[in-house]
């Protein structure tokens, strides 16, 4: 385990690296995993989460409205003028760059050299994870305990469907075959088929499942308030493990042969064996 200054958010990896966003005014940080050496490469009022897509990381400044695109690189940085009053997940496209806008229940679509907002468009209450996937742009609403799926490249809405009814859904990944949803507020993980939008019987997971990754078969959730892993049977739809944690379980990240995960309390930053 590896302590860090400032409570993560998000964590996010490239080959020999894996970066660490977090912290009111906050930094975006690189683990060299070679050599165990760590050094800030940006600072920001409040970088959210991260993601990797298109060979950049791209992080979310929540508190300033902007977007961070990170090229690891020569790691230089771009920061895109505000676009949005709290943005808290980017979802980078082939060709498209779509950022949820919580507070303004909006997604935003941006030009991805350029970072100018392209695209305005009204989404159910408060938007928060969203992901490119089977040919559509899936936007989890926490509020309105939705999943909606939107044009790509219009972010016309398509489909919508219920999560059960409970604020609370905050996470999204995709499998080969599933579509994979956190709920805070149920305490649970929903599989959902992206052919017909059926949703299957609640996944007990622990408290607070903030967010969870996919990797071999295998959905990994942070479950913050419980402090733990729970690791999820892609086919089974069935929890097969579950990892303790020293402290509250947030960002995870998929590694070489391994999942990192980012801990809030107190700050650290763990590295769970996925074989």
Not at 128 to 143: D, I, M, N, S
Not at 185 to 196: E, N, W
């Amino acid at each position: 385990m590896i302590e860090l200054s400032v409570a993560p958010w998000g964590v996010a990896t490239t080959p020999g690296a894996v970066w660490v966003v977090g912290g009111e005014p906050g930094t975006i940080q690189r683990l060299d995993t070679a050599t165990g050496a760590m050094r800030e490469v940006a600072s920001a009022r409040r970088p959210f989460l991260a993601t990797t897509a298109r060979g950049y990381i791209w992080v979310t400044d929540n508190h300033a409205g902007r977007l961070i695109r990170i090229d690891p690189r020569d790691e230089s940085v771009f920061v895109t003028p505000p676009v949005a009053k709290g943005p808290w997940a980017a979802a980078p496209g082939d060709a498209t760059l779509w950022i949820s806008d919580h507070p303004s229940n909006t997604i935003v679509r941006l030009d991805p050299d350029t970072g100018e907002a392209m695209l305005c468009v009204k989404s159910d209450g408060w938007p928060a994870g969203l992901l490119h996937a089977f040919g559509e742009l899936w936007v989890v609403c926490w509020k309105d305990a939705t999943l909606c799926a939107h044009d790509e490249e219009t972010g016309q809405l398509r489909r919508r469907i219920s999560l059960g009814g409970v604020p609370g859904p905050s996470g999204i990944a995709a499998s080969e075959r599933h579509l994979w949803v956190t709920h805070v507020g149920a305490r649970c993980v929903l599989q959902v088929d992206p052919s017909d939008g059926s949703v299957s019987d609640p996944i007990a997971v622990g408290k607070a499942p903030w967010c969870l990754v996919v990797n071999q078969e295998q959905v990994w959730v942070a479950n913050t308030d419980s402090g733990n892993v729970s690791v999820i049977d892609c086919v089974t739809a069935t929890v097969v493990r579950t990892w303790e944690a020293a402290s509250a379980p947030y960002g995870l990240a998929v590694g070489d042969d391994s999942i990192w995960v980012g801990l809030r309390r107190p700050p650290a930053l763990a590295r769970f064996p996925w074989k």
